[in-house]
């Protein structure tokens, strides 16, 4: 061949790409153009999005300049997820956090837990500012407007809403106010005007709510609901130096000593053994404002919110609250707020106060035979938490740890391996009534009655044959009604417990062969304990409840073209159930059981067993006393003389026996 030089194959090799490209050039240019997106805008899908955004007065400037990418990834399954960013983290992208007053030592709590979309519309609004209401309904949405709408209304409120004296965002004031008490008020109420001075007895006052309520009120000039006399009266003076001494508002003397002056101490405990711990110190302010209050009393607060300023720990949420706790009336439903002379300033002894609202339950406690301690003596709060609890009943505690406070025997006793489930629940009471029964124990019923009522299927109706102990309705004389280290409850082990009653079965335990069942004490292996539609309480009939244990026996029964022995659709007919004399539970001989059926006396016998006595014969020998594919029941493997009746090819015959 001749040489090709390599410049001359990278020569061909180049005019075959330029073809190439030729060929590709003439091909249409439609498929190409044809092959690319054209983009649209989101608004273009979202139309109902776009005719509402349109009509908005105040819309973000990103929806008013149709850039969504400003706010929204393009691409994305679920709407929601599609934000660039979460929370009011996205919104800091635009809204510094200094302008919005983030560093603020009062930060609306919507602001500070990351919800700016709980007041404005992410896209637009008809509202100032983008509000999702107009800004007093906005406002209204967490909070109530029940304290906004007394009968008489403060009337910057009524005109301008809530920021008329507050921020919307952050505050260096407490309340968000847009500047300290005294000033904010001074724009509306000038402290010099003459009114003023007079209303206020000429005292330099600079905190107003501590008398008037800032939204509204029921009484005239935003008074709060409970004045004391002396405010009300203008007769500051009866407590506080003179508005003109160098501190108007020191007061005449220190603490309870100064109410003591107009309120007789001794009439406000009336002379209890116990006093209250704020009143035996004589700090009356502890509880009492000296000026005004929205709660009764001059109290700081309300119902068991005044109480709950010590006592958090008995005024917290509970599951299973006490409803007086909740009421108006608060702690002062069973306590005395002075004094008392019982336990824990009780204004009476624990079992009539409780019975003071739970009479219904006294009346059918009392009414029974049989009473549980406590509630005999009164002492609810043994078991009971007066003021709530997480517990059904308001239980101090979990049933079962209550019950073991005072049955502290019990809890070892009824850890078992198997527990009656009431028990390991924790649930005492499904049993025993825990204020008073008619039955021992407290039990709410008597006997089998009480297990019906969570084992109902096993009474529904009777059996062919009923366990005495189960149709008597003794079900503790076999179970325990607790625990027990034995499986279904027993008081001990299967054995021991049916040979209790069953002393004749007993002896079988002692037979040269012994059933592995009735050995090893399963007797429900067989046996139902309750109730049976058969005679025994047998959980079966033979031949199907033996070869559930005997497999191997079950399939060659099963098989095609195996002749069954009759007895074995009663497997009784030559086995002994529990025990018997001989092995593989007979009473007899193999013989003498065979003997029972088949004539060996007559001569058909003798003939077919070569004249041998059938006493000396060892039927099983040749004989499967079950099944067999062989008619006369012969065993699978048989010696070929036998079955020639060749005896005598391997046996010397010595004396023929007679044949009868």
Request: proline share 6%; glycine share 6%.
């Amino acid at each position: 061949m001749p040489d090709v030089s390599g410049d001359a194959r990278r020569a061909g090799g180049a005019v075959r790409i330029v073809a190439l490209a030729l060929a590709v050039a003439a091909l249409p240019s439609v498929a190409v153009a044809d092959k690319k997106f054209k983009q649209k805008e989101c608004l273009d899908c979202h139309t109902k999005q776009a005719d509402q955004y349109a009509g908005y007065k105040y819309a973000h400037p990103a929806v008013r300049e149709r850039k969504c990418e400003e706010c929204h990834l393009r691409h994305g399954l679920v709407p929601k997820l599609l934000l660039k960013e979460s929370g009011n983290g996205f919104c800091y992208r635009c809204h510094k956090r200094e302008t919005i007053g983030m560093d603020k030592a009062n930060v609306h709590s919507v602001l500070r837990k990351g919800s700016c979309t709980a007041c404005h519309d992410a896209h637009g609004s008809n509202v100032p500012h983008m509000l999702k209401g107009d800004a007093e309904n906005a406002c209204f949405s967490c909070h109530d407007r029940k304290p906004f709408q007394k009968k008489v209304v403060h009337a910057v409120v009524a005109k301008d809403g809530c920021r008329a004296c507050h921020l919307a965002h952050a505050s260096a004031e407490k309340k968000l106010l847009s500047a300290p008490q005294a000033a904010l008020c001074g724009r509306c109420h000038a402290a010099t005007s003459p009114g003023f001075q007079k209303a206020h007895a000429k005292y330099p006052v600079a905190t107003c709510t501590g008398c008037h309520d800032p939204h509204s009120a029921t009484r005239p000039k935003l008074l709060k609901e409970s004045i004391h006399p002396p405010v009300a009266g203008s007769e500051c003076d009866s407590c506080h130096a003179a508005p003109t001494a160098a501190k108007p508002f020191a007061v005449s003397d220190e603490g309870g000593k100064l109410c003591a002056n107009c309120h007789d101490a001794a009439g406000l405990d009336r002379g209890a053994k116990l006093q209250h711990a704020p009143v035996k110190k004589l700090e009356c302010l502890a509880c009492h404002d000296p000026h005004a209050s929205d709660a009764p009393k001059l109290a700081r607060a309300a119902g068991t919110d005044l109480c709950a300023r010590c006592h958090a720990n008995l005024a917290r949420k509970f599951v299973i609250p006490h409803k007086p706790v909740s009421s108006a009336q608060g702690c002062r439903t069973c306590h005395a707020p002075h004094g008392a002379n019982e336990k824990n300033l009780l204004a009476k002894k624990p079992g009539v106060l409780c019975a003071s609202c739970h009479a219904k339950t006294i009346q059918a406690g009392t009414a029974h035979k049989v009473s549980h301690p406590p509630f005999t003596d009164g002492d609810c709060t043994t078991c009971h938490d007066p003021h709530g609890s997480d517990q059904k009943g308001m239980i101090v505690a979990r049933q079962d740890k209550l019950c073991f406070e005072c049955h502290s025997d019990a809890e070892q006793k009824f850890m078992k391996a198997h527990v009656h489930r009431p028990v390991l629940d924790g649930n005492c009471t499904a049993c025993h009534d825990p204020h008073g029964g008619d039955q021992p124990k407290l039990l709410r019923e008597k006997g089998w009655r009480l297990c019906q009522g969570c084992h109902e299927p096993l009474f529904k109706e009777a059996g062919a044959t009923n366990h005495k102990p189960f149709n008597d309705g003794a079900c503790l004389d076999c179970h325990d009604p607790h625990g027990s280290s034995s499986p279904g409850l027993l008081v001990t082990d299967q054995k021991t417990l049916c040979l209790k009653c069953h002393a004749k079965t007993k002896e079988a335990l002692q037979s040269a062969s012994v059933h592995a069942p009735f050995a090893a004490g399963e007797c429900t292996r067989c046996h139902n304990p309750h109730k049976a539609g058969m005679k025994s309480l047998l959980v079966g009939k033979a031949p199907d409840l033996c070869v559930s244990c005997h497999t191997a026996l079950q399939q060659r029964l099963a098989a095609a073209g195996e002749t069954k022995h009759p007895p074995v659709e009663d497997c009784l007919s030559c086995h002994q159930p529990h025990g018997g004399k001989k092995p593989r539970l007979l009473d007899q001989g193999i013989s003498e059981v065979c003997d029972q059926c088949h004539q060996t006396a007559d001569a058909a016998f003798a003939n077919a067993h070569l004249g041998i006595d059938a006493r000396k014969i060892a039927c099983a020998s040749c004989h499967d006393p079950h099944t067999s594919k062989d008619k006369k029941l012969f065993k699978g493997m048989v010696h070929m003389p036998f079955v020639a009746r060749q005896c005598d090819s391997c046996h010397v015959a010595t004396v023929k026996d007679e044949v009868k």
